[in-house]
């Protein structure tokens, strides 16, 4: 099977990721940042397209990489309806939704560039797995107020990835495993793949379950409510206190889990003690979880950024080993994400999806 050339286009709200994969071999990357001058003039982060095109366009050519040896753009997903999982062509359709999109998100962006960059050749844009993918049983949205329903916005990108890993390493295909897959970063999901879906999840993004290093987690519903209702926070405040401004943040006012097991380490008391409520609440979402699985899981998967703290890992390993072996596949490689989910359309491994606004999933 001939290995193919492909541009992975990842960017961020002060950053644009560029790299060019051979095959699943990274050749050139860069993650180019970009100052609060030069994103002055942009009103909205849409307005940035161009900019952005003409970034990763100089990277090309500085990199006297040839566009015509490419088999494939793919970029990050943004925030689309809910969808199912898979690799996505890019068409008019899903671009048109992204530039009108009232959520502002950087990954929006994501579609429109490997667009632009893939009609120079011209070959196909892809996205692949963006935090909307929705797989969720019916049964696991139902909450006890029929005016609130649980919703699906996690880690999509890297769960799938960890868990398509973790499957190979217990030798399985991962369309028959049952996995509890925990990425654990600034948001904390933790999610139950049953048969290459994630059947239950939390909503990362919005603070719900356990709380993270810049999340709330999951809250006493009657002490939130009078909190909200104090007189002491306006709406666009509590939302902050619960997704940017709670969890470890709210705690110990830092969002650097690197000086946070610093503390630790030396010995902090107050900073051990949420350092460790932090790592019991993943472990007793795990263990909700496996409820989930009724019991019957082929392995637990610690990815993401906290997964290279070996002291965490220990204090969740301790809690939860019992149910299913661990696998720690610490960090998050997006961009090799991107491409595997490109070149399973490229090589005939999976068909490639079909957004529409109407929410049809082909």
């Known amino acids: 099977m001939a290995k193919k050339y492909i541009l992975a286009i990842n960017p961020g709200s ?51 990489f040839d566009v015509n040896l490419l088999a ?25 939704f992204l530039k009108s999109n009232k959520m502002e998100h950087a990954s929006n ?6 667009s632009d960059i893939a009609k120079i050749i011209p070959v196909d844009a892809f996205i692949v797995d963006p935090v909307v993918v929705d797989e969720m049983a019916d049964i696991a949205r139902i909450t006890g107020l029929p005016e609130i329903r649980r919703i699906s916005i996690f880690h999509a990108l890297n769960q799938k990835a960890a868990a398509r890993e973790a499957a190979k390493k217990i030798g399985k295909p991962y369309q028959k495993c049952r996995l509890i897959v925990a990425h654990l970063g600034g ?28 999340r709330a987690g999951s809250l006493p519903s009657w002490s939130l409510i009078e909190l909200a209702l104090s007189g002491k926070y306006d709406m666009a405040a509590m939302k902050k206190k619960i997704t940017g401004k709670g969890g470890i943040v709210a705690h110990l006012n830092i969002n650097d889990m690197r000086k946070v097991e610093d503390l630790v380490t030396s010995g902090d008391p107050k900073a051990t003690e949420v350092f460790e409520a932090m790592a ?10 496996a409820a989930v699985l009724e019991g019957r899981i082929d392995a637990i998967v610690l990815t993401g950024g906290i ?13 939860v080993e019992f149910l299913a072996p661990l696998v720690v596949l610490p960090g998050e490689d997006e961009m090799t994400a991107l491409t595997q989910g490109a070149l399973r359309v490229l090589n005939g491994e999976e068909a490639a999806k079909h957004w529409t606004n109407s929410g049809e999933k082909k």
């Open 72 to 96: 494939a753009v793919v970029g990050r997903g943004g925030l689309l309806t809910p969808m199912a999982s898979g690799t996505y062509l890019v068409n008019d359709e899903m671009i048109n």
């Open 187 to 214: 948001g904390i999901s933790i999610g139950a793949h049953l048969d290459g879906q994630v059947v239950d999840v939390n909503n990362a993004l919005n603070g719900d379950g356990p709380f993270a290093p810049e």
């Open 109 to 114: 962006l994501g579609a429109l560039l490997a």
């Open 307 to 319: 997964a290279f703290d070996q002291y965490f890992v220990k204090l969740v390993r301790r809690r």
């Open 14 to 64: 002060t950053s644009t990721k560029i790299a060019i994969f051979l095959g699943e071999e990274k050749i050139i990357g860069q993650n180019i940042s970009h100052s609060a001058e030069e994103l002055a003039p942009f009103q909205k982060i849409i307005d940035q397209h161009k900019f952005r095109e003409k970034v990763i366009l100089d990277f090309l050519k500085e990199n006297k």
């Open 280 to 289: 019991y609440n993943v472990a007793k979402e795990i263990g909700a979880l």
